[in-house]
């Protein structure tokens, strides 16, 4: 069992950056693969970025490649994005999911077993 909490999310304005946090407790991150995903009022829950559990692997949503970058800090069981050039489409309640396997690649919501509870993003124009 594994909890995750996301922190980072804030209004901002269009062209600029934020940074979201998630930190794993209860176990040992470097064990899960990561993801962030996002959801905006309306529509599906959508894949942003992954990362594996040894950070030596990422995938990234067509949609934000090149501005966002997802990283993780083992040490303090934390993963990163890193939002950057933000838009006013990249509005939505983002969420870091986790699972347990040594796989990567994983970027649909249903290969994830532990959520967070988001953290709402919006981007003014």
């Known amino acids: 069992q594994v909890q995750l909490v996301e922190s980072g999310g804030r209004l901002v304005q269009a062209g600029g950056s934020l940074r979201l946090s998630c930190a794993t407790a209860?176990?040992?991150?470097?064990?899960?693969?990561m993801g962030w995903f996002r959801q905006a009022p309306g529509k599906e829950r959508e894949f942003v970025a992954h990362?594996?559990?040894?950070?030596?692997?990422?995938y990234y949503a067509d949609s934000v490649k090149g501005r966002f970058t997802i990283s993780r800090d083992n040490a303090k069981n934390t993963v990163y994005l890193q939002m950057n050039s933000l838009k006013p489409e990249d509005t939505a309640v983002y969420y870091c999911?986790?699972?347990?396997?040594?796989?990567?690649?994983?970027?649909?919501?249903?290969?994830?077993?532990?959520w967070g509870q988001g953290t709402q993003v919006t981007v003014s124009s």
């Open positions: 999911a986790a699972e347990r396997t040594v796989l990567s690649r994983l970027l649909r919501p249903d290969e994830y077993h532990y």
């Open positions: 209860g176990r040992s991150s470097s064990s899960y693969a």
């Open positions: 990362i594996s559990g040894n950070g030596g692997s990422t």
